[in-house]
Each structure stands twice: as structure tokens, then as C-alpha cells.
Nanobody, 125 residues
Framework: QVQLVESGGGLVQAGGSLRLSCAAS????????MGWFRQAPGKEREFVAA????????HYENSVKGRFTISRDNAKNTLYLQMNSLKPEDTAVYYC??????????????????WGQGTQVTVSS
């Protein structure tokens, strides 16, 4: 089992940047495929990005490609999401997620087994 705690959210102007972090408990962090999801007011939760256990393979939702970068540090049990060129439509609660599956590659959204509590990202125009 793993517990996830996000941080780094906040208010930023359009065009700005934020870096989200997700600290994971336990000693088996490297056995999880990790991802980020987000949920805007009145909308369903949607996939944003995912990374394999090694950090070598990633997959992004089309609207964030080229602007967001997902990465992980297995030695620190931490997942990151670097968000650049932020837009008002990126405003949402961002959730860290863990899938209990060791993937060699990612071609689509992961299916999380564990979720963090979420961190708010607000982008003003």
C-alpha cells in the first residue's frame, strides 16, 4: 500500500509556471506506475500524464504536451509535474495517482489503485 501527498499548487498568472510534487510513503515506490490527473469544477476527473517505474517512458494528454513534464525520483519516493506556459483552462484540482503495475511502456491513461488528496492550481487570465 502507498500513501500519496501532493504539494506545490497555488495561484499563477497565465503563461507562468508551477511545479507540483507528490511524496509517497513506503519502500516500494519504484514498483508503481505513477500519474497525474486533474478535475476542474463541474467536470469529470481527467488524465494528465504518467511515467513508468524507471522514469524512462512517459505519456501525456494532448492538451498538455510540450508544456508539462512528468518525472520521478525513486530514491526520494517523489513524483513531479513541471507545468509551464499555464493557461486558465489548466485550472483544476490536481491529483497524484499510483497504479500497482510495473509497466515497460505507457500508451494511455493509467488505472490508479491509490490517490492523493489533491492540490489546487488556479491560473488567472
Amino acid at each position: 500500500q502507498v500513501q500519496l501527498v501532493e504539494s506545490g499548487g497555488g495561484l499563477v498568472q497565465a503563461g507562468g509556471s508551477l511545479r507540483l510534487s507528490c511524496a509517497a510513503s513506503g519502500r516500494t515506490f519504484s514498483r508503481y506506475t505513477m500519474g497525474w490527473f486533474r478535475q476542474a469544477p463541474g467536470k469529470e476527473r481527467e488524465f494528465v500524464a504518467a511515467v513508468t517505474w524507471s522514469g524512462q517512458r512517459t505519456h501525456y494528454e494532448n492538451s498538455v504536451k510540450g508544456r508539462f513534464t512528468i518525472s520521478r525520483d525513486n530514491a526520494k519516493n517523489t513524483l513531479y509535474l513541471q507545468m509551464n506556459s499555464l493557461k486558465p483552462e489548466d485550472t483544476a484540482v490536481y491529483y497524484c495517482a499510483a497504479e500497482a503495475l510495473v509497466r515497460m511502456n505507457i500508451n494511455g491513461p493509467i488505472v490508479p489503485d491509490y490517490w492523493g488528496q489533491g492540490t489546487q492550481v488556479t491560473v488567472s487570465s
